[in-house]
């Protein structure tokens, strides 16, 4: 029995690649690369757990009852250590997400899916309660928990609510004439984060507020109308 066992070790060891050495310009690579590989969108839970699993040892965690902290010790693979500290979290505190991105998500899921507004939440530089980046995961709890309904296109393709492009297609405007006139207030339109989408009700657009807009645009060169309504978009966009 111990020879069968070490003849499927020997085979085992013998169908294993060897572990290719990496110069110091590829590690000095994978550094630099790291942070983008941990921030970008499309990497999912599974991948950061391999990556954790792969340069971490362990993390020893104390508490420093003076400093009301949690101490976080990091054991690195290589033998650095790192020390965190965290604020520890008093009884009956909660870590709840800002009113004012829970109404930004409110108006967003009229027009964008989660892993868009997720994005667009990263790119105006906010976080979830707890401090962490908005995944499209984190965007769903939210909604659930604040029962916020899921994005869905209309089944006839007649949206009810437009962004930026699409609505100054349907007016036949160029989209900065159309969003000179919302920041003027002479069309009402969502912008809930600055740097993120303007969002209009189809409905407001055949309001005579927008059809004066479309005419003064038509009738001054200083607002120039739009491309021919049948010329297609070469980019998507969400504004």
Known sequence: ??????????????????PSPLS???LTALVADLKAVWAAPTTDARLKKRIVRTVIHEVVADIDDAASEIVLLIHWIGGVHTELRLPKRRRGQRNATPGDIVTAVRQLILIASDDV???????????TGNGNRWTRERVTALRSYRKIPVFRPAADGIEPWLNLNKAARLLGITPKTLRLAAEAGKIEGLHPLPDGPWIFRRSELGKPDAQQIVHRARQNQKYPTGSHPDQQNLFTSTT
């Open 1 to 18: 029995r111990v020879g069968d066992i070490e003849s499927r070790v020997a085979a085992h060891d013998a169908t294993t690649p060897e």
């Open 24 to 26: 110091a310009t590829d």
């Open 117 to 127: 507004i997720a994005g667009i939440l990263n790119r105006n530089g906010l976080v």
